[in-house]
């Protein structure tokens, strides 16, 4: 009896046993099937996401030859004086480009931001060219940002000053002569003569109102009388005409430039009979250089995705500058940041919780987006190590890292084959787009390019340049190369002070 007891207890007791192994194995199957769909929905979102962008980001061949087209439509209501042109297509006044046949000692100043620079060159003529060059840069004390205008310009000639001081044997005045700048100033001037100009408003932090509205050379004459120091300033300049000066001294071909870096601009040489708002008499030269301030760009023919829109719109300056927000090295990261937030609410791409640092705006700055697409490694080390020091997620699978390498890459292209668009537009303004109908052969095309955006991200210029070529076609590109010109504008200065010397020679 006892026995069977036993047996029986035990017979219950193995049949409850394998009950609670089979509920346990449906649970962990249902529980891995749980997590299986879950992890096939997120990347199902995932997916939705990356299309989404893929398709907002898109610019065929045929969309960017329409962009083309709606800017040189700008340029020329810029250049008519079109109160409502998008393109203000600014008249520089300097209608005489470096030769290389410069010679004599000429000084620079580039003023535009918390650090200046000043600098001089022995110039050789043809034959030696650059005989010598140096530069020194200075700080602004944050107060003078905010001060008054005799204290800013008093601390800049004082420093000039101190820097003509060391001229040194090297360098070499003729008797009698008078020192010479060019003035590189890169806020917004109303340029009223090759050395004059009055300033519209301060930007990059400055805010000193006792200049807005003055001539900027008048302030820097003044101050440079107050130091006693004898120099006339020749050349005030915007640091895109610079470049196109520096250009052109090295490559006599050279007919535009433009700056990728943090911002973006571009100048080129027009023919002065093209400008229908010049009033005074027609230079020499027949030419005149624009500087278009195409950051200012926008049409509807832009494909401006969801991300540009709130960026923009929480912007200092919501509905300017949208070109420049599309392409430039301010923003880039930015835009890379605000699609990589929507994968992490969306798709939980980062894990469950959000990582509070994504959540910052400009935390992914362009550089380091440049070095997370560069990342060639099979594991993508760089790019998992720049996402745990900015976004702060220490563990990423590489499925995450791919995926961010791949919204870099489509951020990256969006904006450098908008900026190849943009070139595209000038040479198509300027007639260098396509070969003569005549028959003849196309002449020569430079276009200078400086800016760290186009110097350091090299996946982004390799990109500007091959998008270049195929809108220009086989033919054409052949004769178009883009040069690196870098800090094409400190020394473009000291050569337009030199072509625009107040002696009236230049060799």
Not at 54 to 71: G, Y
């Amino acid at each position: 009896m006892g026995k069977a007891v036993v047996v029986g207890t035990a017979v219950v007791v193995c049949a409850a046993v394998g009950v609670a192994v089979v509920l346990a194995r449906r649970r962990r199957k249902r529980d891995a099937e749980l997590l299986e769909s879950a992890e096939a929905e997120r990347k199902r979102r995932a997916a939705a996401v990356i299309e989404e962008v893929e398709s907002s980001l898109a610019t065929p061949t045929a969309l960017l030859r329409s962009i083309a087209d709606a800017m040189v439509t700008e340029m020329e209501r810029g250049l008519r004086g079109d109160i409502h042109a998008q393109l203000k297509m600014l008249i520089s006044y300097v209608d005489n480009l470096p030769t290389g046949d410069e010679h004599g000692l000429f000084y620079a100043l580039d003023l535009g931001g918390t650090n200046f620079r000043v600098l001089r060159v022995q110039l050789g003529g043809r034959e030696k060219r650059v005989v010598k060059q140096q530069y020194e840069e200075v700080s602004i004390p944050p107060h003078l940002m905010v001060g008054t205008s005799m204290e800013l310009f008093d601390f800049i000639a004082a420093a000039l000053a101190k820097f003509v001081d060391t001229e040194g044997e090297d360098f070499h005045l003729p008797e009698g002569r008078q020192r010479e700048l060019g003035f590189t100033f890169s806020f917004p001037v109303n340029q009223t003569s090759i050395s004059s100009g009055t300033l519209i408003k301060w930007t990059k932090g400055f805010s000193i109102n006792g200049t807005v509205g003055e001539d900027v050379v008048s302030e820097l004459s003044r101050a440079m009388e107050r130091q006693g120091l004898d120099m006339k300033v020749t050349a005030l300049v915007n640091d895109t005409v610079g470049t196109l000066a520096g250009g052109r001294y090295m490559d006599n071909d050279v007919v535009a430039a433009v700056i990728l870096g943090t911002g973006t601009n571009a100048a080129y040489v027009e023919h002065a009979n093209a400008i229908p708002k010049w009033t005074g008499l027609l230079p020499k030269s027949g030419n005149m250089v624009i500087n278009t301030e195409w950051g200012s760009f926008k049409s509807d023919k832009l494909p401006l995705s969801e991300y540009d829109k709130a960026m923009d719109f929480e912007s200092l300056n919501p509905g300017e500058q949208i070109y420049e927000k599309m392409i430039s090295g301010m923003y880039l990261g930015e835009i890379v940041r605000r699609i990589l937030l929507k994968l992490a609410h969306d798709a939980s791409l980062f894990g469950d919780v959000v990582p509070p640092k994504l959540e910052q705006p400009f935390i992914l700055r362009t550089p380091d987006m440049s070095a997370m697409h560069h990342d060639s490694s099979h594991d993508l080390k760089t790019l998992g190590a720049k996402l745990k020091d900015i976004v702060g997620v220490a563990d990423t699978t590489l499925e995450v890292r791919y995926i961010t390498r791949h919204i870099c890459d489509l951020v990256a292209e969006r904006g450098a084959r908008l900026a190849a668009a943009g070139i595209y537009s000038i040479l198509k303004k300027i007639g260098r787009d396509k070969v003569p109908s005549s028959g003849g052969k196309m002449p020569r095309t430079v276009v200078a390019l400086d800016g760290g955006l186009y110097e350091h991200y090299k996946k982004f210029s390799s990109c500007v340049e091959s998008t270049l070529t195929d809108l220009l076609g086989e033919e054409a590109s052949s004769s178009v190369a883009a040069k690196l010109a870098n800090d094409g504008s400190g020394i473009g200065a000291a050569l337009l002070a030199a072509s625009h010397s107040q002696y009236g020679e230049s060799h």
